[in-house]
């Protein structure tokens, strides 16, 4: 969920409406660890994204996780100008919900159970660093401007602020190359690759293993492609070389329909 969460919405975007409905399956050195699905409503003023996923196989043997996480906002000028986003996971040790509001970028309201752990290592995130950010859902939906071809380079050309109710980080992407997807059902065409760089802000401990190993440069890229009838674009693929393999999420359903009359240019109807 955190290697979907790679994209922010931006100005100028005509009114669309859509709809997307994904499945996905997980992969580690090529080996099938999770599965999951994602809905997307695109309307001309508001949106809303839910999402859930399992582990799988014998990583389901140890963890028994389970995960789900949904936004809904609303639109003006192309930008969120708000959003409410939640999210549950649990495994067979623990389970973590968390909640949070955004308003023109401001976190006005959050909300973490259980808290997290006390620990002086920890750089805390401040007020100032809850300002100018988005939830993770909803920067995972790329609304391009304009009205042209939306599978274009300038796809990957943006710097995102994230805060998740406990982490506070930024993503740097970047055009890396251009390829071509085919699904089981659903779309089949050209994915935008885009490069991803990793930074913590704030809400970590800096000596933990996992905030070492994502702040240094690896091999990690999300693929772009659009929702039928909408100028947003969001991730069919993404993946990250870990120590033990290549760490994959990817598409194997994405079927988007835009309503009758309603396709826009450079997203046509799969």
Known sequence: MGLLAAFAMMPGAAEAQGKLEARYTATLAGIPIGKGSWVIDIGDAHYTAAASGMTTGLVRMFTGGRASGAAQGTLSGGQSVASNYSATINTSHRADEIRLTVA?????????????????????VTDAQRQGVMDPMTASLVLMPG?????????????????????????KLAFKRMENVVSEKGYSGPAVVCSVTFEPVAGFVPKRSAILYLSEPHDMEVWLVPIAGTRVMVPYRAQIETPVGTGVIAATQFVAAAPPNHVTKGAKTQ
């Open 104 to 124: 023109s970028g401001n976190v006005k309201d959050f909300h973490v159970d259980p808290p997290t752990e006390p620990d002086p290592r920890r750089i805390p």
């Open 147 to 171: 009205n042209g071809e939306m599978r274009v380079a300038q796809a990957c050309d943006r710097n995102l602020a994230i805060f998740d109710g406990r982490l506070r980080y930024n993503l």
